[in-house]
């Protein structure tokens, strides 16, 4: 059963950072693509980061959304399954719930932004509040 657990959320100021962290179960990140995501009030859900683990090729791919490019890096620690979010430099248009996510490489064979669709499974968000 695929398990996903976002924490690391919370209330910071405009321009300082936060990381946020994704443990996950019940699968092997060779078969699944890792992604954040984030909606804020009122907004749709906003594919904001993911990415491609490939032990087998030895082989690491990351995407970004637009509005993150630049502020924010995913990363991941393999033995601890687990997937990061750092966030850099943080706007108080960043203010959202943040969700992992996961995605068969079934339909594709890695997650780019054009496959935000594509991520079926969703763990409980954590809320990162970003004041002004």
């Known amino acids: 059963e695929v398990q996903l657990q976002a924490s690391g959320g919370g209330l910071v100021q405009a321009g300082e950072s936060l990381r946020l962290s994704c443990a996950a179960s019940g699968f092997d990140f060779d078969d699944y693509s890792i992604g954040w995501f984030r909606q804020a009030p009122e907004k749709e859900r906003e594919g904001v980061s993911c990415?491609?683990?490939?032990?087998?090729?030895?082989?690491?791919?990351?995407y970004y959304g637009d509005s993150v490019k630049g502020r924010f890096t995913i990363s991941s620690n393999r033995h601890a399954n687990t997937v990061y979010l750092q966030m850099n430099n943080l706007r108080p248009e960043d203010t959202a719930v943040y969700y992992c996510a996961a995605m068969s490489r079934i339909f594709a064979d890695d997650c780019t932004t054009t496959t935000w669709g594509n991520f079926a499974y969703y763990g409980q968000g954590t809320l990162v509040t970003v004041s002004s």
């Open positions: 990415i491609n683990l490939n032990d087998r090729h030895n082989d690491v791919s990351s």
